[in-house]
Each structure stands twice: as structure tokens, then as C-alpha cells.
């Protein structure tokens, strides 16, 4: 098949669900430019480099505020010392659960990493319990299976490594928490948001989230964030994960920001565009894959939850030789040929496709999988749609070279 041509083919009729893209993100950059100068940011703001304790750090203080106003929350925690989206996640558990409280997954199974951080709490006395996928909406079902009221209920937005569930969007969310409510009025709900946001034109706090979590180099630091994380929602909890985060009594009117509040700013400003630029991407490139054959998730026409697109390759070789054309396709380390590896929380050997500016970012392009059937390939990233697609195109061209 005339790959050209495909292309081609794919830009026409893809044409509609590309417009609904552009007019997200056209929403989305206006929404964050709208937050910027509601919060007064200023060149001061900008230049700022607080050290030490950090008190009185006006980095810090203009990052909560953009990043709150940015997510329709009431207040928010944007540190770079929280490192990650797990780590935000462990922080907000360890700073809300005390022993005998109980949390909820209503989305199945958590992702790898995040199984030791529930492992550890169980040592607490915290209980643990999930809710089948499947049965995330049925309310006779929950009550059925859930005796004790959860302190906290936990919605992970985005597939994670179960590459046959989906992802969720925001009017699936916005069932869930209502379904919820419903049934346990009190509890923290807490949706992990890695990898959603920016994706539709509202995020979980506008649909009833207590508290979200995500990670900077996830896509919201827009390629420029060099770590860190956020923390948004509810106004009183916030400080309570603050106090837990620093120390009570400190809470957040500690933390330096050391002048990375520059980068983190000009990269939430710019998010909205990279991750519309990557979806219209791999919009067009779920739809070639399926005609070249493979499965992918999600199909082009389909409601995207989150920023991934995932491709079922079937066999080891084709899942190593794919990740290793991508990483060819990288403006950082493209010379060099990823291997599968053991990574701390995983079970299974993990394959690790990317090159860009920060470390471990999954906001530029990159792509990874597990060593285990059926070998998923989950793509995510990029500058923009042209390097998407002329870099997974070109990886599944060098892919089938190889592989007969």
C-alpha cells in the first residue's frame, strides 16, 4: 500500500475529528491565557529565583495560583520537588488516610508503580478494595461488595498499562462521581488526571472532583517543565496535603522554586497547543494502522479520554523493533537503541522509547511497553502532529522490514 497516498486519504477524512481537536485546544489556550492574567503574573513573578526555606517565594505563589485558576479548582500545589505523578498521588493518600480508613479504586486495578504505594499503606492498617471496571457505574453492584464507607475514592483517569480498558473522559467521569455520590456522600473522590489534561475542554474538578494529580513532564509542563508536579481541588484539603507534603504548621508557605517557575509557567502556557498538536497526530495515525492492519485503541473516530494512543502489535519482536524506530525518531538520542529492562514497580520486563529535554518525559515524543502479551505499544508526546506521524509511520515501515 502507497503510504503517500494513505496519508493522504487519512488527512481527508479524518478532516472532521481534526476540527473538533483544533477547536479544543483553541478553548484550552484561550482558558490558561485567561488564568495568566486573572493571576496578575508579572516579570518580577517571572524572574524570580526563591532559595533556602523559600518563604515568601513568589514563584510558588504564582504557580498555585495560574495552576488553580487553570484547572477550576480553588486552590492548588505546584511543586518541582514532588518529582512525579506517583509521587503527588503517594503524597495526597499518605496526607488524607489515617489508619482504619479505607480507599476505593472504582476503575480497577491500580497502574504498576502506584501497587507499593498500597502495598505500604496497607502496613498502616489502611484497607484497600477495588471495583471491577466494568462495574464502575452500577450502583446495586457497588453497595453490594463495599460493607465499610471509603475515605477516599480513587478514579484513574487514563488506561494505565491495561491496554484493553479505556480511558475515560470527562462526561464518564462526570457518571462515575455522580454514582458515587450517590452512595458515599463524604468521601475524598480522587481522580488521577496523568495524561488527560488538556485533552477535552474541561477537566474532573468542573464535573465534582475533590482533588486531582499530574504530572508536569507528563504534557502540562508543555515540554518545558524539568520536573515536578501539581496537586488541585478543594481549597481545605489542599492544605491539608500541603502540611503533609512540608511539615504542619509550615505546610506551603515553605518550598523554594529555585527559578524553575519560568520554565514550568511558559510550558503550562504552551500545553494546550503541544497536546493538541500530538492528538491530531496520532488521530491520523490510528486511522493508517488500521488500515495497514493492527489493532489500535483508541480507533480515530472514537472519544479520547487521554493522550495515548495505544497499538497492538501481537508479537515481542515487532514491540522491540517498533519502540526502537520511534526512538529514531527523537531529537535527543536518536542514536542510540533502547533494550527492554527491569524498572523498579513493574513485574515484567518494560521497553522505554524516547528522546527529548527532560528526562523520563512522556509530554515529548516517546512511546513504551510491557514485555508480556499481547505486546502493547503506548505512544504519547510530541511538538507537533508532523513529527507524530512521520515518526510512527517511519517505525512501523522499519518494524515490517524486519519482522517477516
Known amino acids: 500500500m502507497n503510504l503517500d497516498k494513505l496519508l493522504e486519504e487519512a488527512e481527508e477524512v479524518c478532516r472532521p475529528k481534526i476540527r473538533e481537536i483544533q477547536n479544543v485546544k483553541r478553548k484550552n489556550e484561550l482558558k490558561v491565557l485567561s488564568a495568566f492574567r486573572s493571576a496578575g503574573i508579572d516579570e518580577y513573578v517571572v524572574s524570580f529565583i526563591g532559595t533556602g526555606y523559600g518563604y515568601n517565594d513568589r514563584g510558588r505563589e504564582a504557580l498555585e495560583r495560574v495552576f488553580s485558576l487553570s484547572f477550576s479548582s480553588e486552590s492548588a500545589i505546584v511543586m518541582p520537588q514532588i518529582i512525579s505523578g506517583t509521587h503527588a498521588i503517594s503524597s495526597t493518600l499518605f496526607a488524607l488516610l489515617r489508619p482504619k480508613d479505607g480507599i476505593l479504586s472504582i476503575t480497577g486495578p491500580v497502574y504498576d508503580t502506584l501497587k507499593s504505594v498500597i502495598n505500604s499503606m496497607s502496613e498502616w492498617g489502611i484497607e484497600y478494595q477495588e471495583i471491577p471496571f466494568e462495574y464502575r457505574e452500577d450502583i446495586e453492584y457497588i453497595k453490594s461488595k463495599v460493607k465499610e464507607i471509603p475515605k477516599l475514592i480513587f478514579i484513574q483517569r487514563s488506561c494505565g498499562y491495561n491496554w484493553h480498558r479505556k480511558s475515560l473522559t470527562i462526561d464518564e467521569i462526570a457518571k462515575i462521581i455522580s454514582t458515587v455520590r450517590d452512595i458515599f456522600k463524604e468521601s475524598v473522590i480522587f481522580v488521577d488526571n496523568c495524561y488527560g489534561e488538556f485533552v477535552e475542554d474541561r477537566e474532573p474538578t468542573e464535573v465534582g472532583a475533590d482533588i486531582i494529580v499530574g504530572s508536569l513532564i507528563k504534557g502540562v509542563g508543555g515540554n518545558l517543565a524539568p520536573t515536578g508536579a501539581y496537586i488541585a481541588g478543594k481549597g481545605e484539603i489542599i492544605e491539608k496535603i500541603g502540611d503533609f507534603i512540608t511539615a504542619p504548621g509550615q505546610g506551603r508557605d515553605i518550598g523554594p522554586t ?56 501481537k508479537e515481542k519482536e515487532k514491540l522491540i523493533r517498533f519502540l526502537q524506530g520511534i526512538q529514531r525518531f527523537c531529537p535527543v538520542n536518536s542514536m542510540y537503541i533502547p533494550e527492554p529492562q527491569d524498572l523498579p514497580g513493574y513485574s515484567d520486563p518494560v521497553i522505554l522509547a524516547g528522546g527529548g529535554f527532560v528526562q523520563g518525559s512522556t509530554g515529548e515524543f516517546s512511546a513504551d511497553g510491557i514485555l508480556k502479551p499481547p505486546y502493547v505499544a503506548f505512544i504519547q508526546g510530541g511538538y507537533s502532529r508532523n513529527q507524530v506521524i512521520t515518526g510512527i509511520i517511519s517505525s512501523v515501515e522499519k518494524m515490517l522490514e524486519e519482522v517477516k
Open 258 to 313: 529555585l527559578g524553575i517557575q519560568k520554565a514550568i509557567l511558559q510550558g503550562l502556557l504552551f500545553a494546550p497547543h503541544f497536546i493538541g498538536e500530538s492528538l491530531e497526530g496520532l488521530t491520523i495515525v490510528s486511522y493508517i494502522l488500521e488500515k495497514l492492519g493492527f489493532d489500535v485503541l483508541p480507533k480515530w473516530n472514537e472519544p479520547r479520554g487521554d493522550g495515548v494512543q495505544r497499538v497492538i502489535l
